[in-house]
DNA sequence: TATCTGATCTTTACGATGTAAAGATCACGG
DNA sequence: CCGTGATCTTTACATCGTAAAGATCAGATA
């Protein structure tokens, strides 16, 4: 409250740029360029800094260029827009993501461990970075036809279907799929999203108040997943 | 755009009250009344009206409150908050939600078509309303303390609780769960939420359009759920 | 009957936000 | 040496949520 839009920056003075160092700043990071120079990346930084921060609701625009220490108007240059700002931080957040879930599989020795460590990443991703798990996929104001965030999305789904793919010992091909096969991805996003998204909005704390003493979402998670669900139906 | 916040409403004018009809306007619904007398009701109604035309982001107090011809600051007295209005609609949401699963189980005749009924209802009902499931499930802003929501809100895990118990045939104490009954809830639970977002916000398409041509969401669902998950684990 | 009282609704006001438009500032190439 | 275009700042505007004070009415009270 009673925030009352402070925060002046000095940055260079009226006409005291005469008098500077060296003509080519090279590598001189220190001292914030005249123009700043990478704005784009210290407004995605900032941007995580404020949503980790203030969560969801604080992350505006204007909160970004004070974090960032530069004029409210300064993300339209290059953003655009306030959905273009959440869609390369979304993006930002698919890479993450790929990354966690990448890194969990390959600590993984068997196959079976792998299809129980995926989801773990999943959901421990989400409860690290809960504000960016909002971004992906709670916000309504994303747009997919932004090259970096179709293709971050796209890669996440990717591995997911690899996953499954793999699960399944069958190829998933690019171009068509079986019914079964689609079921199966369905199935295992729509139940880790779902129970993530539960999880996050504390719907789940009901159920988890009814388990024994000291039983973690993790393995609620666990005991979810052994009934195995990505099997061939039985008559093929 | 450019609406800048127009819609005077005449009602009554300064001092024309003393040729009134009747001083006990009794049944007279008719002629909104001078203190219109049931705006809580009225602003519930035009917030579903506004949700359902502008969607989520034009569902603001004074969007409602210009719906229902008062002032912008009606609705603060009713419901206190913007917060306050979200939770009371939420409650009008879910509540519609049970009717609808209610009547979908009805219909059923066999338990095995009932299992399938059930989640077909759900997702019907959030493709039928997406925003109200919006104000359900996507939103940060509700408060669960609010009576009204909260037991509407229970009713429908309750309602959940009971098919899962009824499908595994055994009876799901409202007190103590164990580990297996939990899973199978969450399991359920997790999977038609998940399945749903991931439908209203899009996500499904890139699966959809890999699905032999005609192929319906419902379909998807249907083979997603063929797959019993719902079953005691082998060793019990 | 006349007045008081509390609930309901309206006005007014303030800080905050997204966005558009115009002005300043700088690197770079003619 | 001077434009030129990209980058950033200022200024402005419509809208939003919320608080506070004023108007309006029904019903109780004297």
Redesign the interface.
């Given at each position: 409250m009673a925030k009352t839009e402070t925060a002046r920056r000095p940055r260079a003075s009226k006409k005291t740029s005469s008098a500077s160092a060296s003509p080519r700043p090279a590598s001189a990071k220190t001292e914030t360029p005249y123009h700043h120079g990478a704005l784009r990346e210290a407004l995605l930084q900032a941007a995580e800094r404020v949503l980790e921060r203030d969560g969801?609701?604080g992350l505006t625009l204007r909160a970004v260029a004070r974090e960032a220490g530069v004029s409210h108007a300064a993300p339209t240059h290059h953003f655009g827009d306030l959905t273009g700002l959440l869609s390369e931080l979304a993006a930002v957040g698919f890479r993450q993501f790929n990354a966690a879930m990448a890194a969990a599989c390959e600590t993984a020795p068997t196959p079976l461990a792998r299809s129980l460590a995926r989801p773990k990443a999943y959901v421990a991703y989400a409860q690290a970075h809960p504000g960016m798990y909002?971004i992906m996929?709670?916000t309504?104001r994303l747009d997919y036809s932004r090259p970096s965030l179709n293709e971050a999305a796209?890669a996440s789904?990717a591995g997911l279907a690899n996953a499954v793919g793999t699960m399944r010992q069958e190829q998933i091909s690019g171009?068509?799929?079986t019914?079964?096969q689609?079921?199966a991805?369905?199935?295992a996003?729509?139940?880790?999203?779902?129970?993530t998204?539960?999880l996050l909005?504390g719907r789940?704390e009901?159920?988890m108040g009814?388990?024994?003493e000291g039983?973690t979402p993790e393995?609620?998670l666990e005991?979810?997943l052994?009934?195995p669900?990505g099997?061939k139906?039985p008559g093929s």
């Amino acid at each position: 409250m009673a925030k009352t839009e402070t925060a002046r920056r000095p940055r260079a003075s009226k006409k005291t740029s005469s008098a500077s160092a060296s003509p080519r700043p090279a590598s001189a990071k220190t001292e914030t360029p005249y123009h700043h120079g990478a704005l784009r990346e210290a407004l995605l930084q900032a941007a995580e800094r404020v949503l980790e921060r203030d969560g969801l609701a604080g992350l505006t625009l204007r909160a970004v260029a004070r974090e960032a220490g530069v004029s409210h108007a300064a993300p339209t240059h290059h953003f655009g827009d306030l959905t273009g700002l959440l869609s390369e931080l979304a993006a930002v957040g698919f890479r993450q993501f790929n990354a966690a879930m990448a890194a969990a599989c390959e600590t993984a020795p068997t196959p079976l461990a792998r299809s129980l460590a995926r989801p773990k990443a999943y959901v421990a991703y989400a409860q690290a970075h809960p504000g960016m798990y909002g971004i992906m996929f709670r916000t309504e104001r994303l747009d997919y036809s932004r090259p970096s965030l179709n293709e971050a999305a796209e890669a996440s789904f990717a591995g997911l279907a690899n996953a499954v793919g793999t699960m399944r010992q069958e190829q998933i091909s690019g171009d068509a799929l079986t019914l079964s096969q689609a079921a199966a991805i369905a199935r295992a996003w729509s139940m880790v999203h779902g129970f993530t998204m539960l999880l996050l909005d504390g719907r789940l704390e009901d159920i988890m108040g009814r388990l024994p003493e000291g039983t973690t979402p993790e393995r609620l998670l666990e005991a979810m997943l052994m009934t195995p669900m990505g099997g061939k139906p039985p008559g093929s």
